[in-house]
């Protein structure tokens, strides 16, 4: 019988330790998953970007949805200019006296991809939308207008919600410990991400 009690009471010491255990450890390897996941999405996150300032350095908008985006910065192209400044002299008949002229020269030099140019030949424009290790999710991407001051000013917003990046992972670490990450504002006139 006392024997019996001892081997319970080693499963239970055993149970109760690994149970301990796996409170400690739990948050420390859903901390440590979480920091490689958050890396993968800002950098996606950051290619977002590029892209909407590209899209809005040729259309002077953001793109609202990856529809409209993703065609523009595959096939689109930068126009490559350049600008001269020079003085020349003429002569003023109303003061009848030579002066100077400052004149600006705006020349076209050539095009260049959008794609080339900011990502590199072999980059998949298809991945720009999805959330990395999210099983297929899409970015909420949104862009719009909204006033500052006086001013009307574009705006655009890519959203990677924390449910979708930390997807299998414990769920309430993710409800109490993790944000949903996002680059641009919908609200305000920035372009930084919320991880700056």
Same mark, same amino acid.
């Given at each position: ?28 390897? =859903? !901390?440590? +998953? ?12 950051? %290619?977002? #970007?590029?892209?909407? *300032? ?68 072999? =980059? !998949?424009? +298809? ?12 970015? %909420?991407? #949104?862009?719009?207008? *909204? ?50």
């Amino acid at each position: 019988m006392e024997k019996k009690i001892r081997i319970g009471l080693w499963i239970l010491v055993i149970g109760l330790s690994y149970s301990l255990y796996s409170a400690i450890m739990n948050p420390i390897r =859903f !901390n440590k +998953e979480k920091k490689l996941r958050s890396a993968d999405v800002i950098e996606r996150l950051k %290619e977002v #970007r590029k892209a909407q *300032i590209a899209f809005k350095e040729v259309n002077r908008f953001y793109a609202r949805n990856f529809n409209e985006l993703i065609p523009l910065i595959d096939t689109g192209e930068f126009t490559i200019v350049q600008r001269r400044d020079e003085e020349f002299k003429y002569y003023n008949e109303v003061y009848r006296e030579h002066q100077l002229k400052d004149t600006t020269y705006i020349d076209t030099l050539g095009f260049a991809s959008i794609k080339d140019s900011i990502f590199g030949a072999g =980059f !998949n424009l +298809e991945e720009l939308r999805f959330i990395p290790h999210a099983e297929g999710a899409e970015l %909420e991407l #949104r862009a719009g207008r *909204i006033n500052s001051g006086k001013l009307k000013v574009h705006v655009f917003e890519a959203r990677a919600p924390k449910e979708k990046y930390l997807m299998g992972l414990d769920d309430d670490l993710i409800k109490n410990t993790a944000k949903d990450l996002v680059v641009g504002s919908m609200n305000s006139v920035k372009i930084n991400g919320n991880w700056e």
